[in-house]
């Protein structure tokens, strides 16, 4: 389209949209944040870049202008159009880690998109604007409003996600997996699932010796509880981490493992290490995870045994790594089964230990 039509088009439009937002959002938006000077033209202005309405740069460098580095902000700053002193912090950094949101990766947005596949978006992709609406703030830890689309656990769209999973699902399901060979997330987090981390449904609120900070039942715990920056000092969300899958902290999913702080430092910081070896809840978990010294049976990670989002048909977050464990010899079963917690019984084979089954 002929620029100069596109930009007297767009102008319009921003006129319009403007009094639409300003009077839909009286508070807590972006666009009347004290801290910017101009409501729309901090953002806005003159032509643009191509494909980008009236911004100066494009998808996460546009955001980078008050959300990256202290220079950039200072040029902000001197043009009038952020107020000096506010404590914005770096973001760049989080995406310049390991395990990140590919932001930098291609141009896949598109305003008009809808993920999965309508109008031939690419799913993967991931910008700033899939999972914030620049025109509106988050507004407190608990209950922000993205003001982005987002999908059910039942697979239907939503206008504005309710819950952060709502926007994670456009992504992160079976079908339209950012990768093909991700867990099932929609499975997973079912509110028909046996156990799950509380996501999609309240937490059940009962005694669970290990955990430092007990939920109150019904409270629910966000993605990005567990999928964060590593350092607690970083902005919150699901940008970036130095640990692998993006999580808080490290854990080691190997098969023989010996046990240490840093190993399974990421269940350890909800799970209270000492509770978990001293086999409050689970008798053997000691034995599993330090190992033997004396028969030389090495320790293993909580993975061989515990997935981390939800189990379908298992109490205690239990799904064994199959590539630790095999069916057990004379039965070809393997399974967990127990009714109740405290007890339970395995029909597996693991270190070439025969459960036919074993019973605690
Ligand atoms: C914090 C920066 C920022 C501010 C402040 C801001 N915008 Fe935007 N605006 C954007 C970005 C980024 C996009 C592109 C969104 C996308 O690609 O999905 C956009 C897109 C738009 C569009 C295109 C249609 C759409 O909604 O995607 C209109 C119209 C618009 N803005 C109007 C306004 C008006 C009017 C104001 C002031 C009331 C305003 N904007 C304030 C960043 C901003
Ligand atoms: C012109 C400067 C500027 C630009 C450009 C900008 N922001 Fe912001 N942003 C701010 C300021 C200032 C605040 C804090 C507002 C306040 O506290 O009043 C903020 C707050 C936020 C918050 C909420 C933080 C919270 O604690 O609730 C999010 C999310 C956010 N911005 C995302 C974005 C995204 C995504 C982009 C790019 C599309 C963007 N911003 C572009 C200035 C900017
Ligand atoms: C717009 C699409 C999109 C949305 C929305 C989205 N993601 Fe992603 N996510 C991606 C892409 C693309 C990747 C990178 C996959 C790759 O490496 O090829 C990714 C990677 C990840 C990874 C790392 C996976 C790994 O194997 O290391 C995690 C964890 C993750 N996302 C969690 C989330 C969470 C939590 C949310 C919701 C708050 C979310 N994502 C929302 C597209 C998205
Ligand atoms: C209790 C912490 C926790 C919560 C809550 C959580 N995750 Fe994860 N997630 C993990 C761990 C740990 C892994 C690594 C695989 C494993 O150990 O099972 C992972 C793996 C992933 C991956 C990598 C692909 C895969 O399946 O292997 C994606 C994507 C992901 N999570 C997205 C999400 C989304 C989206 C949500 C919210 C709906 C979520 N996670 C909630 C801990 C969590
Ligand atoms: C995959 C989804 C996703 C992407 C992509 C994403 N964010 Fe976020 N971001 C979140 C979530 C979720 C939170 C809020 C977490 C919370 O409040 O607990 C958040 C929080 C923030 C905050 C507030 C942090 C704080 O501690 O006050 C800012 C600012 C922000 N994002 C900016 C950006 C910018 C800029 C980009 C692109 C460069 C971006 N985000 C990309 C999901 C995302
Ligand atoms: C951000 C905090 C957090 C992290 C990190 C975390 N958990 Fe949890 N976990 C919880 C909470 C909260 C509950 C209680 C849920 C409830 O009451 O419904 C829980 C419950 C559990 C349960 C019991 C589930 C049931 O239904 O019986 C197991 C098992 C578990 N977690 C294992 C792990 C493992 C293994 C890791 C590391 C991969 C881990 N958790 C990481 C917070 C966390
Ligand atoms: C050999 C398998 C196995 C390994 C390895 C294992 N667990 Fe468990 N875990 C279990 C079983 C079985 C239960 C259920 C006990 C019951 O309630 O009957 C359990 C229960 C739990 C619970 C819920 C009760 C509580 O203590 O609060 C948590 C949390 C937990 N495990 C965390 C971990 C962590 C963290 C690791 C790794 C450091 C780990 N587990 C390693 C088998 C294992």
Known sequence: MDKSV??????????????????????????????????CGSCHVGHGVADQPMLEKAEEHMCYQCHGSTAERARMEAEGRLVPGSRLKDLRVEFNKIYSHPVERGSGHSPTERLPSFSGAKTSHAECVDCHNPHQRLTNHKTMDFAVQG????????????????????????????????????????????SQHPVTSGASGRYLPSLIEPMPGGSRMNCSDCHRSEDPNSPRGPHGSQYEFMLSGNYDHDIYQDENPFAYQFCYQCHDRFSILSNESFPLHREHIEGDPLTGRRGTSCFTCHTAHGSPSNRALIEFNRQAVQPADGTGRLEFQSLSEGTGNCTLKCHNYNHAPGSY
């Open 151 to 194: 999908y059910s656990l039942d697979g239907q769209i939503q206008e504005r996600a309710l819950y952060e999973y709502n926007i994670c699902l456009k992504c992160h399901t079976n079908a339209i997996g950012a990768k093909s060979n991700e867990r099932d997330l929609v499975r997973d987090f079912s509110r028909s699932a046996r």
């Open 6 to 39: 596109w930009c007297v088009m767009n102008i319009r439009m921003i006129t319009l949209t403007g009094l639409l937002l300003l009077a839909a959002s009286p508070s807590g938006a972006h666009v009347d944040s004290h801290l910017l000077t101009d409501p």
